[in-house]
């Protein structure tokens, strides 16, 4: 069974950071491409970031590029998210998605259940 | 960025009957030479991460009831549930990924009426 948990996800104040993991099970992580969607409270879905099975292709949404950085640990079968210099407006549910495609982000056919990310003073 | 508006933003439809969603796009999303549109649905349901829906416009995901129906291309496009089950409520979103940012509409809340 495909699994995504994602952890790391807490209250910080605006200008801090938090590091996001999201540990995969149940399928083969090297092959699969990975994404990360937020959701803010009571809002829809903003895509953030994708990063290929071998890292070779990476892209940002313009409102995290610059401040967040995706990352994965095949080995560890785990994606990241670092996250800098958080806003307010970046409080959200994130969640980790896995993508279908190898070269850009497409359908994401399995998430986690998101891990909370408040950021507050 | 291509632009993703969905309408209705809330649709209340009663046990057995059909609900409708459309979702425009505000650029074309269908790749001539793969001869596929680029657009997927999904649903959320309250407290659960969205669930994969469709592909390619009208691909059903396996396991999703095939009173499910994905359709249209270009920048027009519906999803259909014949007649609604109780266990249908939920935000349905559309998304493209024909380009880099993939986006999303802002979601359809389906309900009982």
């Known amino acids: 069974e495909v699994q995504l948990v994602e952890s790391g996800g807490n209250l910080v104040q605006p200008g801090g950071s938090l590091r996001l993991s999201c540990a995969a099970s149940?399928?083969?992580?090297?092959?699969?491409?990975m994404s990360w969607v937020r959701q803010a409270p009571g809002k829809g879905l903003e895509w953030l970031s994708y990063?290929?099975?071998?890292?070779?292709?990476?892209y940002y949404a313009d409102s995290v590029r610059g401040r967040f950085t995706i990352s994965r640990d095949n080995g560890k079968s785990s994606l990241y998210l670092q996250m800098n210099n958080l806003r307010d407006d970046d409080t959200a549910v994130y969640y980790c998605?896995?993508?279908?495609?190898?070269?850009?982000?497409?359908?994401?056919?399995?998430w986690g259940q998101g891990t909370l990310v408040t950021v507050s003073s | 960025d291509i632009v993703m508006t969905q309408s209705p933003d809330s649709l209340a439809v009663s046990l057995g009957e059909r609900a409708t969603i459309n979702c425009k796009s505000s650029?074309?999303?269908?790749?001539?030479?793969?001869?596929?549109?680029?657009l997927a649905w999904y649903q959320q349901k309250p407290g659960q991460p969205p669930k994969l829906l469709f592909h390619?416009?009208?691909t059903r995901e396996f396991g999703v009831p095939d009173r499910f129906r994905g359709s249209g291309s270009g920048t027009d496009f519906t999803l259909t549930i014949s007649s609604l089950q109780a266990e249908d409520v939920a935000v349905y979103y559309c998304?493209?990924?024909?380009?880099?940012?993939?986006?999303f509409g802002q979601g359809t809340k389906l309900e009982i009426k």
């Open positions: 990063i290929s099975k071998s890292s070779n292709f990476i």
């Open positions: 390619w416009a009208s």
């Open positions: 650029q074309n999303v269908f790749f001539r030479s793969s001869n596929k549109n680029y």
């Open positions: 149940g399928f083969t992580f090297a092959a699969y491409s």
């Open positions: 998304q493209q990924y024909y380009s880099t940012p993939v986006t």
């Open positions: 998605a896995r993508d279908q495609a190898f070269d850009a982000p497409h359908q994401f056919d399995y």
